[in-house]
T-cell receptor, first 115, second 111 residues
Framework: NAGVMQNPRHLVRRRGQEARLRCSPMKGHSHVYWYRQLPEEGLKFMVYLQKENIIDESGMPKERFSAEFPKEGPSILRIQQVVRGDSAAYFC?????????????FGEGSRLTVL | DQQVKQNSPSLSVQEGRISILNCDYTNSMFDYFLWYKKYPAEGPTFLISISSIKDKNEDGRFTVFLNKSAKHLSLHIVPSQPGDSAVYFCAASVVGNQFYFGTGTSLTVIP
């Protein structure tokens, strides 16, 4: 029973390039959440998605960041024209029934380094 | 706007003693609270939860206490073991809404 799978685990990009981070939720989970952890900081909520729907994107920066969770395939967090401040660990979590159940299952994270 | 705060970035405890990790929140509407444990280079894993209708929840060596009037919760680990050394995050939510995480407390259990 595979857990939440994130790839790549490590990604290096130069300023101005695009970063794509992928997340496959646990089997049977249809709710996906993206969090960002900046150095020396806690986990910051970015976006909550269900299949083909964005439920809450209140934590997403207004520009350059987008997320999707298509009917088929993994959820994608896309960062366009990356800047050094985007360097962080990006964690994806999933849950079976949405936030009412409380517990989130996290992946191991994708560490983005912007040179 | 940090709605969940963990004011102690680090804590060291002797093996066998009690570890007490603290968490404060500002939003009185929060009604569900969780603790997560995180090892380096891994994702957080769920540890224990408590809803606002309770003031205590226990699971083995781990107990979470909730003081709603003080907007404070704490995680007690007893007895502490070296394997408990990790970063502990508390999180809070209004059920059905997103979770807000604290900045974490790094616990070191000294053998």
């Amino acid at each position: 029973n595979a857990g939440v799978m994130q790839n790549p685990r490590h990604l290096v990009r130069r300023r101005g390039q695009e970063a794509r981070l992928r997340c496959s939720p646990m089997k049977g989970h249809s709710h996906v959440y993206w969090y960002r952890q900046l150095p020396e900081e806690g986990l910051k909520f970015m976006v909550y998605l269900q299949k083909e729907n964005i439920i809450d994107e209140s934590g997403m920066p207004k520009e350059r960041f987008s997320a999707e969770f298509p009917k088929e395939g993994p959820s994608i967090l896309r960062i366009q024209q990356v800047v050094r401040g985007d360097s962080a660990a990006y964690f994806c979590a999933s849950s079976p029934l949405g936030l009412n159940t409380g517990e989130l299952f996290f992946g191991e994270g994708s560490r983005l380094t912007v040179l | 706007d940090q709605q969940v705060k963990q004011n102690s970035p680090s804590l060291s405890v002797q093996e066998g003693r009690i570890s007490i990790l603290n968490c404060d929140y500002t939003n009185s509407m929060f009604d569900y609270f969780l603790w997560y444990k995180k090892y380096p280079a891994e994702g957080p894993t769920f540890l224990i939860s408590i809803s606002s209708i309770k003031d205590k929840n226990e699971d083995g060596r781990f107990t979470v206490f909730l003081n709603k009037s003080a907007k404070h919760l704490s995680l007690h680990i007893v007895p502490s073991q070296p394997g408990d050394s990790a970063v502990y995050f508390c999180a809070a939510s209004v059920v059905g809404n997103q979770f807000y995480f604290g900045t974490g407390t790094s616990l070191t259990v000294i053998p």
